[in-house]
């Protein structure tokens, strides 16, 4: 059977993604992935990279993620699920059948080896968003592609360029495509099955069109399915592990703490371990069932990293992985391939230069009796071993040659089309990048008073009242905002490119000189009103959030921008206000949201300590009794035990129990 490619429609239960968040992400990203900032370990005064391996140390403070900026934050996802048709792309042999969603983030939604009929991934039966990537929407399952910096990538839910392309073995082949925006760096994903292959290949380039260097982070997460006799194998015997308490430690591989790791179910809170693969080993991760059979993933060297992400069999792990899907869904754990050693660290791409690998994913059958015995060098030989029979290590070597000279080849027929972000990008640098295009006519609306400032000097008024559209904060748009003429609207641009670059007094003055001419202040009011919170004066905070939401609610008009842009900033306004103590002004924000908004559960979380402050606290209590939902509930957040261990001494009911960390003593 020769490999055929065709377009399908995949139909799943599915939530609305809604809108983007309008407000400019000014805060930086949560650190929910990142080390705690403790100076120093308490032992011999050792700073807290020592004993970390010197170059893991390095990438680990080589330029980590400071602004989500240019990327806007998606939050207006609810939880309400209806039948929905997603495009999707089908490649097949006679050993595999794989199901690509471009729309999605290019996320391989589907693994199916044929001859059984059995899935190999964690195939997620809805598609529910939740707040997992680095900019909010992302949902569970499939394999994903993962860059831009530490976490779920901003592209997530997001659409990517699809193409077919010659394949080395004179079929064809699904290239992917897009610009990542946080580090401003194309790449592409080139899925590849041959005829006679029981294993897909996927060839990944990451390119730096830039005379600077790049930070580049890449991990490549495959959900697999969860059970009691899932066991994972690496070629390690120990792994650097972090959990949610944002402490990173070397442990032993495959028992630590009187508990065998390798098993998903047999931790207790969600972890991170990342195995260490020795230099030169044969780098893969693999997920076996109690029969000794699943998916294995392999490489070449340059994709170096191997990680299991388990949610544990505690509480809160429990409460995400329902959140996630529908109930009666298996649950599923995450093997990882990577650039690095941890998510932790951003490696140094130079000017000019690329990053390109080949990666492997099929069926692996091993004896069950080793897999799965006691003895670890027994397991993980054994796996190994079924890998090297299945796909020897030189058959990658040698595919990875064959896709490099395809590398370049030109895309023929379109099957989706990403965003225009990257045409704008290559217009303006002027960049040759062959192999994936960014063409002119994908510019649209978002791009079009970027694409005149370029041409003309000249940012444009907007046409029509409405929420300011994205900001671009790279240097060169930097530069053309400060020589263009200082209209209101230029001013707020400019602000948000110079917070981004750390410049926090130039913004400000931005933003105040914006202030005085603009029509719309809303806008201009809600950032300066944020750098006073994050300056440290509350009072100061409180007034600017209370004005712009008072001006915002004067101005807005119906439709989904206009509700997008209340939402976000009546959340900052009453969060600010309850925080100074102004209880009046907070329930004045309360009373001016459109009644549709009062249902949302981040605003019925919001209410109940409003009323709590006021002194209602069986009023706020009753909030959590009659039940509601935040659709938006942060990865790590624990802001409903919080409030609700505020309110009563009982146990936090289990519906509300996300918490990802032991009790803090």
Known sequence: MATTVR?????????????ENPLPALRAPDGVHALD??????????????GLPRDMARQIGYEPLRSLLPVRIRDGYRRERSEREFESVVIENEHLRVTVLPGLGGRVHSLVHLPTGRELLYRNPVFQPANFALNGAWFSGGIEWNIGATGHTTLSCAPLHAA??????????????????LRDLPFQVDLWLPEDSEFLYVGVRVRNPHERPAPVYWWSNIAVPEDAGSRVLAPADEAWNFGYERSLRRVPVPEWEGADRTYPLRSEYPADFFYEVQDGARPWIASLDAGGRGLVQTSTGRLRGRKLFVWG???????????LTEPGTGGYAEIQA??????????????????????????????????????????RGAAQRALDRALPRERVDAAYEAWRGRADSEPGERLATGSGWGAL???????????????ESTLGEPQAPWLELWRTGVFPAPRRVAPPGPSLVAAHWRDMLETAPAEPLTEYHLGVAQWHAGDVAQAVRSWERGLALAPSRWPLLRCLALADELAGDPARAADGYAEAFDDLAGESRGGEPWT???SALGQEAMAALLAAGRLAEARRVWDRLRPALREHGRFR?????????????????????????????????EILGEVWSSLTDRPLPVRYDFRMRPPVR
């Open 7 to 19: 377009r399908a429609v995949l139909t799943l239960p599915a939530a609305p993604l809604g809108p």
């Open 37 to 50: 900032e403790l100076p120093q370990q308490r032992l011999g005064g050792a700073r807290r990279h020592d």
């Open 164 to 181: 077919l392309v010659p394949a080395p073995d004179g079929g064809v082949m699904v290239r992917l495509w897009e610009w990542e925006r």
């Open 313 to 323: 069999a505690g509480s809160g792990g429990r409460r995400w992985q329902e959140w």
């Open 338 to 379: 990577g650039l690095a050693r941890t998510q932790l660290e951003h490696v140094r791409l130079e000017g000019g230069a690329e990053f390109s690998w080949l990666e492997a994913y099929g069926p692996l059958a091993a004896e069950p009796a080793a897999v799965h015995g006691a003895d670890w060098a027994q397991a």
């Open 425 to 439: 990008e290559v217009l303006c640098g002027g960049f040759k990048l062959p192999g994936t295009p960014f063409e």
């Open 564 to 566: 997008a842009a209340e």
């Open 605 to 637: 979380l919001l209410a109940a300590g409003l009323l709590a402050a006021e002194g209602h606290v069986a009023a706020a209590r009753r909030v959590f009794e009659d039940g509601f939902e935040v659709p938006d509930l942060r990865e790590g957040e």
